[in-house]
Nanobody
Framework: EVQLVESGGGLVQAGGSLRLSCAASGFTFDDGAIGWFRQAPGKEREGVSCITSNDRSTYYLDSVKGRFTSTSDNAKNTLYLQMDSLKPEDTAVYYC???????????????WGKGTLVTVSS
């Protein structure tokens, strides 16, 4: 059974940092594309980062480039999102998700975690 469990969210002041974790089970990261997504209050869910299934390249949402870094520890089957220089507009529920065929697609991922809330105060 595929499971994704996010952790590490919380309340942080603008300019601060958080590291999110996504513990995966039931598959290995080489099996597909895995990414971080977020949904802010009143807004649609959007893709934040994606590690592709073919060459394991990492792509980022333009607004987080240079501030967020996604890495994976294959031995622990855990995905991380290091978030630095956080801004109030980064406030959202953050999810990890996996897609076994094709690239990350916010509307078409195969499995989702339940999310972890990140709140950035100004």
């Amino acid at each position: 059974e595929v499971q994704l469990v996010e952790s590490g969210g919380g309340l942080v002041q603008a300019g601060g940092s958080l590291r999110l974790s996504c513990a995966a089970s039931g598959f290995t990261f080489d099996d597909g594309a895995i990414g971080w997504f977020r949904q802010a209050p009143g807004k649609e869910r959007e893709g934040v980062s994606c590690i592709t299934s073919n060459d394991r390249s990492t792509y980022y949402l333009d607004s987080v480039k240079g501030r967020f870094t996604s890495t994976s520890d294959n031995a622990k089957n855990t995905l991380y999102l290091q978030m630095d220089s956080l801004k109030p507009e980064d406030t959202a529920v953050y999810y990890c998700a996996v897609k076994f065929w094709g690239g990350c697609d916010v509307d078409n991922m195969d499995y989702w975690g339940k999310g972890t809330l990140v709140t950035v105060s100004s």
